[in-house]
């Protein structure tokens, strides 16, 4: 699972879990152990470099997931990390030849609003905040949503990794899962989910969810990050409340995932 942040992910595996057959982890570090690991050994190790093995090292690097996953009984593992979809090459190459990503996207308004609201109810510096002051910026919400929205920021990184996906003709390997559409009709989320992994349908509870498992904020600085209401209903913040016009101007138009966006064009879809 990779896609956009505050687009409900947390939710989806929450709900994926109620699947006996499914494991959908949190944020893991699968992917950076696995991208880390490769670029010691191969391309940064002297002693590799005098003597290389790369049958051996292909098989410590395909050991990594299936090791960090040792005690996991469910057929069928969803590894949740963000880079998964711009490091689709990582995946072919010790994972699996055929990758299945699915991502979860939303509104760029709504994704701002989101974090703001979050950051506003915080009861400490977010790392968003700490980001603006190691920059020797005024904290205030227009520079939150440019540095989130900046290419080393939360919400930039990760949209610049889902369009550079599109752009390399990916799309078949990657299933978009809007929002906006999982909170108001998520059996049918639930069920193209199941169609685009050719796996059998299971019927879900949305009224009792439940995480299965816990993830600290503490260590994001940003309370409530991933915290998942027992009931699936969309949460509706105003934006105007929280962005300024500059900003509402600045990242109009977005979604080259929906048709309506000119940007769509951009992508041959």
Request: with cysteine; net charge negative.
């Amino acid at each position: 699972m990779s896609g956009l942040p505050r687009c409900g992910s947390t939710l989806l595996t929450a709900l994926l879990n109620q699947n006996p057959s499914i494991h959908a982890s949190t944020n893991s570090p699968v992917l950076d152990t696995i991208h880390y690991s490769e670029e010691y050994l191969l391309y940064n190790s002297e002693q590799y470099k005098a003597h290389p093995k790369p049958q051996s090292a292909h098989k410590v690097l395909s050991s990594i997931a299936p090791n960090y996953y040792f005690d996991i009984k469910e057929p069928i593992i969803i590894d949740k990390s963000r880079g998964w979809v711009n490091q689709i090459q990582h995946i072919t190459d010790y994972i699996t030849d055929s990758p299945k990503i699915i991502c979860p996207v939303r509104n760029i308004y709504d994704i701002l609003t989101s974090f703001l609201y979050l950051i506003h109810k915080n009861r400490r510096v977010s790392f968003i905040d700490e980001g603006l002051k190691r920059n020797n910026l005024e904290i205030t919400n227009d520079n939150r949503c440019d540095y989130m929205m900046s290419p080393q920021g939360i919400v930039g990184m990760s949209y610049h990794a889902l369009s550079e996906a599109y752009k390399k003709g990916h799309q078949d390997k990657i299933l978009l899962v809007d929002y906006d559409d999982l909170v108001r009709s998520p059996q049918q989320q639930l069920n193209r989910i199941y169609d685009f992994l050719g796996e059998e349908k299971y019927t879900h509870s949305f009224e009792n969810v439940n995480a299965k498992f816990d993830e600290n904020d503490d260590v994001y600085k940003l309370d409530n990050m991933h915290t998942v209401r027992e009931k699936v209903e969309k949460i509706y913040h105003d934006s105007e409340k929280y962005l300024s016009d500059y900003i509402l101007d600045k990242y109009k138009k977005m979604e080259f995932w929906k048709p309506t966006t000119p940007k769509y064009s951009i992508f041959g879809l």
